[in-house]
Structures are given as structure tokens and as C-alpha cells.
């Protein structure tokens, strides 16, 4: 009868526990699958805001300028129309990069040299960081700190001894609000005021000439009809009056009013009878049925747009010098314009946050995940909870609780990969279809691809690192019972 | 077997001199409290078990039989007491301690076979020789072996589901003579199976026995059991009722069956 010295147990190699690891997961993956399914949904979910929000970001970015293209005409005519706010001069100011075009404007409107104007950009900058402070306030602080004012009126109310008075204690009362510079600082900004609204004064005053030098010279006509020929004569008066307008811009101010004027003709038309029934005829409906979008969707082909100037001059109609070209591509445009607006409304959250999805997205995100977390845990808790049996097995057999926890811990991080995996190809499908229908064409030229990678390899990641996390607890138990306690409770 | 003294003496192997005791136990008590309610499972038990024995341990369920086995077996600790393998205090052992003495010094065989479901036959029977150190080419050959000794060498790739009850335990025997053990724990092993697949496990029992010097102990309700064993046992209430050489009770089978 041979006799063994009692000895402790050797450990196993990590390459031998990672092999049996795995052959137990390639068995128990169908088995599995609950806890793989609660996987991939909860990673799916993340996947599938990681993606819509990175792809709205994209698409944010790459349409910035042609959303700013949209808005030229409109923003021309305020410009020529009414003098800019306190708040705008100032935050133009604050973000000009010398030479800076909107100073030289500035400077020639209201005859500041431009070393005054550099002179006054710190104020300026300091002003638009406590106007942002103020902005971001919620409504009942900031009535109580500075009373029902707004915008810069706030500094004015400051000034006076009461105003200044109710601001500094009730501040001093806030625990959570923080002045962005100290409150010194603060209020020798406040002291100087009148130097900055006297000088705001000047460009308001500069401006408000401008605009009436040029509406002397255009009289009665309304502002969009006379910047037709901003790249002619108004143009040069525009320029004369001192707004900064070159020529490359004045050329597609020019082209946008006259696409405009045509947009309008042609939006006209479907209230003239025979155009409405001619149309109506040709796609075989009811006149009454007949909309415009319906006509812009078929001249959008160029056959279809020189039958329906074909029409307009059967009816008499000034077709406004369209050819069937100019047309197609106006209808095209609109499309896009369209495409644009939904861009810009849809985007309008993107930026800031994880990955820079936004914060609402980073917490939307955040909130998920902790659920999920625990649908995880629960599924990994009664996966090894059924397993116990197992597990005392294999304590019978020899094995040490530190490789039974190794060996639960790499088959639930198994499961996460393979959950993760799944659930990020879903949620990128989920979302990738959402976001093409959405913004169709504008999508393409802005696809993410390696934040939407990165998205998904964090994805799996977290899918990982959340079933390991979670079957921590509960294998820790299974392998710190005595064998037969654990078949017990089985 | 009703009328059986509670103070007889214990009976001990004819050739006790030139055997060695490999489990003893003293005073073993295991006492489950659940809430205010206690239960003991086991009282007072006091047994030695020799080297190279076949013990049978008989006794109605509930009796503590499955109690006993774990003690004996270091699956579990008891209450009170002390459990000695090979001179060896259980309860003095460290985890890594108790993990080596579990891989190498027993070998256990249970009634629903508990075979690792994703393994082969040959994992299963290869586990605790990983566990044990040994490499996995000198496992694979000492499996095969093992499984040629229970007759199932041809199916060393079939899966525990693909295979019967009684191949099942054969695997498990296999399984637990893995790293030589010098005691073989058996709790109810034919109880799941038929007649004849019951017979070729003890036949494969008594061999390792007989051949091997393997101490067995095996609780059954099998009264075939007694007619290969050296002694056996009764438990009843948590407390041993009789101990008795099979020489000693074979005038007495009749009455028992």
C-alpha cells in the first residue's frame, strides 16, 4: 500500500484552464443562449446609439456649410435690414481672427480703426463667457440672481448698487453656481460696462447708417429683389455702405434669390388650371389631386421638365428664363435642401459626450448599460447557479477554487465576446438602415467608418467586460462551497 | 435484525495485525440547523476503516448514510469530531491541501454518475490527472488504459449523453482510479442501473479490490453487494447500529432478504 505525504494542489497552466474553458463553451453555447441573447440585445441598444449618434455627428459636420449655404439669402436680408444685437456684436468680435473681415465691416461702418477694435476683443471675450454663464442658468436662479433681465441688459442692471447688491449675496447663497472667473474679476468687468456699451453703441449706430445708406438707394424695392444683381450695382452699393460682400459670395447670393424666383414661379403654377389639369392628365389622377410635391418629384427628370415647360407656355406663363436643365436641377436642389433641413433638425444634439455623442446620448447610454448589467448578472447568475453540480464535481475531482473561478470567468467574457459581437453587428444594421432612410444620400459622403469600428469594438468590449463582471459574484460562491453543499442546493 | 444489541462489539477484519487504518473517525457529529430547527444528521459516529477493505454501509434514506460518505470522503467537515485519512486530520488541511488529498488519495463514485457533460469520455477520465500534474500526453495514455480496464477503450470519444447508465459509470469508475487513489468511495453505484449492468460494476468493483488493494466503501440498498464485501454496516438515526463480517451475518441472509 503506497502512502502520499499530503501536499498542496499543483496549479494548472493558464493555456490548460483557457482549453477547457473553451471546450465547456463550445458545448454550452446553444445552452447558452439566454444569457448570449441578453447580451446582444443590451449591445445591440448600445451599438445602435453609438452608431445613430456618430453617424448625425458626421453627417452634422459635413453639411455644416451647405445648411449655411441654405440660409445666405435670409441672412443677408437681416443684415441689410435691422442692426445686429449686443449679444451677436460681441461674440463676433470675441471669436475674430485678425485680419477679421467682419472687423474690417465694423471698422468701416462706424469708423473705428482697427486697433481699437483688437483693443476691445478680451472685454469682449469675457462678456461672451458670462453671457453663456447667464444662459446656462436654469429660469429661477437666474431671476433671482439678476431679476426678469436678459442678455446684456443684465450688466446694465448690475451696475446699480441694488442690482449688484442682491447678485453677490445670492451667488454667495449658491453653492453649485460657479462664476467662470473670479468674482473680483467679475466686477471690475461690470465697472468697465459702459466703456463696452458705449462701444457696442458705436457699431449699432454704424450699422443702422449702413442699412439706411443702402435702403436710400433701393428705395421701395424689397431687399430680395434688389440683391438680383448683388453682383452688379447693389453690390456696389452694399459694398460702399461698408458690409464685406465678395464677389464669390455675391455670385451665389445672385444664383440662390434667382433660384428663389424661379422656386416661387413654379410653385405658383399649380394654382393655374390648365397646368393643374394637364399634369393631372399625365399621371392619370384627379385635378384635385394634384400637389406640389408631386410636381417637383417628375421634374426632377429632364424629359419630364421640358414637357412641363411645354405646358407652361401652353398656358401663357412666364416660364422666368428656366430651361428644361435649370429646372431639373432646381428640383434636385430642393431635394437636397429638404434632406439638409432634416439633417439640421436631426442633428442638432450631436457633439459632446462619450465619443462625442452628446451628453443626453452619453446618459441615455450610460442608464442602459446599467440595466442591462443587470439582466447580465442575472443570466450568469442562473447559469452557474444550474451548474453547481458541476462545479462540485469538479472540486471532488481536485480542482482549486481559484480555476474554477478562472474557468467562469473566461466562459462568461466567451459569452460577452460572442453576445457583443452579435449585438453590434444588429445594433450598426438597426441603425445604419434608420440613419440611411433618414438622410439618404448625405449619409454616404459622411460615413463614419472607424468611429462606427472603434463604436464596435467598445461595444464588445463592454459586452465582455459586463458578463465577466457579472458572473464574478456568483461563481466566487459556487467555488468557496464545500463539494457536497453545492450539490445540495442543487 | 431488529432485535440487534445497541453495545455489541465492534467487529474487526480477521488479519487485523497486518493491516493499517487508512480513514478513522471520532466522535463524528454533523448537526444542520436550519432557523431555530436542528437536525442531526449524524450523532456520535466512532469507525475505523482498514487498508485494502471492501466495507458495504447499509442503511433506509435519511439514516446519514450520505453524510457519512461525505465526511469520510473530506467533501464536507463535520460538526464535531475528527476525521483522520491516513493520520491525516482533515480539518487541519488548507483548500490546496484538501483539493490534492480529494485528486489523488480518493477516488468517488456516485449514484447519478456526475460525468463533466461537454467532456469525452476520455476528458472525464483525464481531469483529475490535469488536475494532478500530470502531462497530457502521459494522461492520455493512462486514460486509455483506464478505460481498457471497464471495457469501454472503443468509445473513449463518445460524450456522456451518447453513452448508457451503466457505460456512464464505468467512465466515472475510470474517472475516479485516475491518479491511483487507495480509497474508493462509492455511493449507491448500481442503484441506477439494471440487473446485469449492476453485476459487471461490482464485478469491476470487487477486481479493483482484490487486485488493486483498493479500499472500497460503498453505501448501497444492493444485498449482492454482501456477498463481495469484508464487512459491513449499518446506519441508522445517525448512528452506526452494527458493524459485522460477512462471515458473521451469512448465516443470517435469509432473514435479511
Given at each position: 500500500m503506497k502512502r502520499i505525504d499530503v501536499q498542496n494542489q499543483p496549479k494548472l497552466s493558464s493555456g490548460r484552464i483557457f482549453q477547457i474553458a473553451v471546450t465547456g463553451v463550445k458545448y454550452r453555447l446553444f445552452r447558452a443562449m439566454v444569457t448570449v441573447a441578453v447580451i446582444v440585445v443590451a449591445m445591440a441598444f448600445l451599438m445602435n446609439i453609438l452608431t445613430e449618434s456618430l453617424i448625425k455627428r458626421a453627417v452634422a459636420d459635413s453639411v455644416r456649410e451647405q445648411i449655411e449655404d441654405l440660409h445666405r439669402v435670409d441672412r443677408w436680408i437681416a443684415r441689410l435690414s435691422i442692426p445686429q444685437s449686443a449679444e451677436d456684436i460681441l461674440t463676433q468680435i470675441?471669436?475674430?481672427?485678425?485680419?477679421?473681415?467682419?472687423?474690417?465691416?465694423?471698422?468701416?461702418?462706424?469708423?473705428?480703426?482697427?486697433?481699437?477694435?483688437?483693443?476691445?476683443?478680451?472685454?469682449?471675450?469675457?462678456?461672451?463667457?458670462?453671457?453663456?454663464?447667464?444662459?446656462?442658468?436654469?429660469?429661477?436662479?437666474?431671476?433671482?440672481?439678476?431679476?426678469p433681465v436678459e442678455s446684456t441688459r443684465i450688466f446694465e442692471r448690475l451696475q446699480t448698487e441694488r442690482g449688484w447688491h442682491q447678485f453677490s449675496t445670492s451667488l454667495a447663497d449658491m453653492r453649485t453656481v460657479r462664476l467662470p472667473l473670479p468674482l473680483e474679476q467679475f466686477q471690475a468687468f461690470i465697472e468697465g460696462w459702459d466703456q463696452l456699451d458705449a462701444f457696442i453703441d458705436v457699431v449699432r449706430e454704424g450699422?443702422?447708417?449702413?442699412?439706411?445708406?443702402?435702403?436710400?438707394?433701393?428705395?421701395?424695392?424689397?431687399?430680395?429683389?434688389?440683391l438680383q444683381d448683388a453682383d452688379g450695382a447693389f453690390g456696389q452699393t452694399i459694398r460702399a455702405a461698408g458690409f464685406a460682400l465678395?464677389?464669390?459670395?455675391?455670385?451665389?447670393?445672385?444664383?440662390?434669390?434667382?433660384?428663389?424666383?424661379?422656386?416661387?414661379?413654379i410653385e405658383g403654377t399649380i394654382n393655374i388650371h390648365g397646368v393643374r389639369q394637364a399634369v393631372a392628365a399625365e399621371r392619370d389622377i384627379l385635378p384635385g389631386d394634384v400637389t406640389m410635391p408631386?410636381?417637383?418629384?417628375?421634374?426632377?427628370?429632364?424629359?419630364?421638365?421640358?414637357?412641363f415647360l411645354g405646358v407652361l407656355q401652353e398656358n401663357q406663363v412666364d416660364q422666368g428664363g428656366l430651361t428644361p436643365e435649370t429646372l431639373t436641377m432646381i428640383a434636385r436642389q430642393r431635394a437636397h435642401a429638404r434632406l439638409l433641413a432634416v439633417a439640421e433638425q436631426q442633428t442638432m444634439e450631436?457633439?459632446?459626450?462619450?465619443m462625442n455623442i452628446g451628453t443626453r446620448m452619453t446618459w441615455l447610454a450610460f442608464v442602459s448599460m446599467l440595466v442591462c448589467a443587470v439582466g447580465i448578472a442575472n443570466a450568469m447568475l442562473m447559469s452557474v447557479t444550474e451548474r453547481f453540480r458541476e462545479i462540485a464535481t469538479l472540486k471532488c475531482l481536485g480542482a482549486l477554487d481559484a480555476f474554477i473561478m478562472t474557468v467562469f470567468l473566461i466562459e462568461a467574457a466567451l459569452l460577452g465576446l460572442v453576445g457583443g459581437l452579435g449585438g453590434a453587428l444588429a445594433g450598426f444594421i438597426l441603425a445604419g438602415t434608420r440613419m440611411a432612410v433618414t438622410f439618404r444620400s448625405l449619409?454616404?459622403?459622411?460615413?463614419?467608418?472607424?468611429e462606427i469600428l472603434v463604436a464596435g469594438l467598445l461595444s464588445i468590449g463592454v459586452g465582455m467586460v459586463l458578463a465577466a463582471i457579472s458572473a464574478v459574484y456568483p461563481s466566487f460562491r459556487a467555488a468557496r462551497l464545500a463539494p457536497m453543499e453545492a450539490m445540495r442546493i442543487e | 435484525m431488529t432485535d440487534t444489541p445497541a453495545h455489541m462489539p465492534l467487529s474487526e477484519p480477521e488479519d487485523v495485525v497486518s493491516r493499517r487504518v487508512i480513514i478513522r473517525a471520532v466522535g463524528m457529529q454533523k448537526v444542520y440547523q436550519r432557523g431555530e430547527e436542528i437536525t442531526y444528521a449524524l450523532r456520535s459516529i466512532d469507525v475505523e476503516v482498514y487498508t485494502g477493505e471492501f466495507i458495504v454501509v447499509m442503511g433506509p434514506s435519511g439514516s446519514g448514510k450520505s453524510t457519512f460518505f461525505n465526511m469520510i470522503g473530506a467533501l464536507d467537515s463535520p460538526s464535531k469530531g475528527r476525521v483522520f485519512i491516513d493520520e491525516v486530520d482533515v480539518a487541519q488541511l488548507t483548500a490546496e491541501e484538501l483539493a490534492f488529498l480529494r485528486c489523488r488519495k480518493i477516488g468517488y463514485i456516485f449514484q447519478s454518475y456526475n460525468l463533466i457533460q461537454y467532456m469525452t469520455a476520455l476528458e472525464n477520465v483525464t481531469t483529475p490527472m490535469a488536475f494532478g500534474g500530470v502531462m497530457p500526453d502521459e494522461a492520455r495514455k493512462r486514460g486509455m488504459d483506464l478505460l481498457d480496464l471497464v471495457g469501454l477503450s472503443d468509445r473513449w470519444f463518445h460524450r456522456p449523453i451518447e453513452m448508457s447508465g451503466g457505460q456512464q459509470q464505468r467512465v466515472a469508475i475510470a474517472r475516479a482510479l485516475a491518479n491511483q487513489p487507495s480509497i474508493l468511495l462509492c455511493d449507491e453505484p448500481t442503484a441506477n442501473l439494471d440487473h446485469h449492468t449492476g453485476d459487471e460494476i461490482l464485478a469491476i468493483l470487487q477486481r479493483l479490490n482484490k487486485e488493486r488493494g483498493v479500499t472500497v466503501i460503498c453505501a448501497t440498498h444492493d444485498h449482492r453487494m454482501m456477498n463481495i464485501c469484508d464487512r459491513l454496516m449499518w446506519i441508522r438515526d445517525g448512528n452506526i447500529e452494527r458493524i459485522a463480517r460477512r462471515d458473521e451475518v451469512e448465516v443470517e441472509v435469509g432473514s435479511i432478504e
Open positions: 470675441a471669436k475674430a481672427e485678425w485680419p477679421s473681415s467682419y472687423g474690417e465691416e465694423i471698422s468701416a461702418m462706424s469708423g473705428m480703426s482697427m486697433d481699437a477694435l483688437k483693443a476691445m476683443q478680451p472685454q469682449a471675450q469675457e462678456a461672451v463667457q458670462y453671457l453663456r454663464f447667464f444662459e446656462n442658468l436654469d429660469y429661477g436662479r437666474l431671476r433671482v440672481l439678476v431679476g450699422q443702422t447708417r449702413a442699412i439706411e445708406q443702402v435702403h436710400e438707394a433701393i428705395g421701395d424695392q424689397p431687399v430680395v429683389e434688389a465678395d464677389p464669390e459670395e455675391a455670385a451665389s447670393l445672385v444664383q440662390e434669390v434667382r433660384r428663389m424666383e424661379q422656386t416661387l414661379l408631386m410636381i417637383w418629384r417628375m421634374v426632377r427628370s429632364r424629359d419630364r421638365a421640358e414637357w450631436a457633439g459632446g459626450g462619450l449619409l454616404w459622403q459622411a460615413f463614419p467608418w472607424n | -
